[in-house]
């Protein structure tokens, strides 16, 4: 109790150090009794409050708060010489007053405040009649306001600075049909917290929690009710590492899509009786220390799609099995990107040929795919070297182009082929494991297609002025009605160019159009121009040449 002395002059008199008792019981009351974990936001910064009490020489009550910044703070818990608490930067950490900082509202506060959903008198909603905009007061009830809540299935209260679940049991009676929650960029400190608020959903299935610095609980297992039914779980830029999400990953029995991005993760465990239903992993932005580290995850038995955007990644070894075998890593896995990596050599293609149920890839903006001559011949030689894949950097690869890219794949290392021991008397082929180790599926394109025949295996002519024009005769062998063309062009022109040009000149779509060529130096054979994408000296076709024409 206060004691207040008599009054005096008609006025009352309170001692000085009555008042500041008082201050400070209330600065006391209004600083929660768990403060220490709890997150809080201060003019717009975000950290985590690890110290409460007296600062000397200071009076008064102090917070010692880690920022989420580490430039926001000055020091590191320390102040003249005592060490208060530590933080993880030298600069990230300071003191401030319980007044100054906001330990956040329960969730259904902040639902209310983000649909406008709040019961007051004031409540208006802005209709439009024709051109004249009006204002409805008391457009809706209260019972119709707890109606609409009642029917959401899709919450967002991103940014709205939740931190608990409020009174018991007051979730669960308001909102009780969400099926996804989006709980991103809050003031959520711990997964007891976040439990508080998804043992209220039943039918909760996916859970964002972008940018929450969340503790581990002590026990993750007692929590698994929580998260019973939750399929989808967003855990990018919550500062948590590979070890921590294999100790929480009790608390997901039936989790199927798992995000990891944005979290300075290095290092991967091997998930022991966890994670086994993961379909999707996304560990985008995460500086890996090697390829190596994806063998530890290499078994989960249903992971479908692995996404490693920028993760520094720039070899893979599956060495289980040898050049030409399917690994028994990642057997479901038929989604994978390797985006804005450091992949450069081929043997890192080599070895997703080895994935036995591979069939798409993404791999733009890697060093390999500016190292050939054009983007679209390393794209070429991806599809011949990865036999089952069918969507290449999210373009379906059609048969056609399969077909094409199989076959210039076989001419274009046709003489090396020779040269390092194959033959095509299949009794004599032996090309050595070196070749085989490079070109895995050589010898498959051989059996499909059949070996190279020697008039394949002409070596481009180096690039000259003098060639860059070439004299060809088109000849139309099935049209006695049409005379032969001849015409000058640019040894750079594409077949599709060249098919556009004949249609001007014969009146027929190109896509109905079949060429092959004829040379004075292979009397007799016909060699076929199967892909419109490529020039005409990827064929070696000479100056004197014929193209022959055919269409049905």
Known sequence: MVHIPPRIGGEWQ??????????????????????????????????????VGNVPP???????????????????????????FKSRHPTSASFIRPKKVHFGVDLLTALKKR????????????????????????????????SQLHKLEVVSVKGSDVSSAGQDNEIQQTTPNIVLLNLSENLLSSWDRVADITRQLTKLKALELRGNRLSIPANPSSLT????????????KTGVNWSEVLECAPMWPALEELYLSDNSITDLQKPVHVLQSLTLLDLSNNPLSGGEQLKNIGYLPRLNKLLLTNTGLSSIHFDDVG???KTAMFPSLEFLAV????????????????????????????????????????????????????????????????????????????????EAGGNQDPEKNRPSEAFTAQHPRYQILIEKYGAPEDGELKEQQPFALKNQLLTITF??????EKKPIEKKLPDSMTIQKVKGLLYRLLK????????????????????????????????SIEDGDSVLVRWS
């Open 14 to 51: 309170i001692s000085l150090m009555t008042i500041l008792n008082a201050q400070l019981a209330n600065m006391t009351d209004s600083v929660p009794c768990d403060a220490v974990g709890r997150r809080i936001i201060c003019d717009g910064e975000k950290g985590t409050v690890l110290f």
């Open 58 to 84: 200071t009076a008064g009550l102090w917070l010692g708060v880690e920022w989420d910044n580490p430039e926001r703070g000055k020091h590191d818990g320390s102040n003249e010489g005592v060490r208060y």
């Open 115 to 146: 649909y406008d959903l709040e019961d007051n008198q004031g409540y208006t909603e802005k209709m439009t009649v024709g051109k004249t905009e009006v204002q409805m007061v008391g457009f809706q009830s209260v019972s119709e306001k707890q």
């Open 225 to 236: 009710h929580a998260f019973a039914n939750l399929k989808e779980l967003a855990l990018n």
């Open 323 to 325: 050049p030409g075998c």
């Open 339 to 418: 985006d804005n990596n450091n992949i450069s050599q081929w043997s890192f293609v080599n070895e997703l040929e080895k994935l036995q149920s591979l069939q798409k890839l993404s791999c733009l903006n890697n060093p390999l795919m500016s190292a050939e001559r054009n983007a679209e011949t390393a794209q070429q030689l991806i599809i011949a070297k990865i036999g089952k894949l069918q969507v290449l950097n999210k373009s379906e690869i059609l048969p056609d182009e399969r077909r094409g890219a199989e076959l210039d794949y076989r001419k274009i290392f046709g003489r090396e082929w020779l």
């Open 475 to 480: 000849k139309c062998p099935d049209r006695d």
């Open 508 to 539: 027929v779509p190109g896509s109905e159009l079949k060429l092959t060529y004829t040379s004075s130096k292979m009397e007799g054979k016909e060699i076929e121009i199967d892909n419109d994408l490529k020039p005409l000296q990827f064929y």
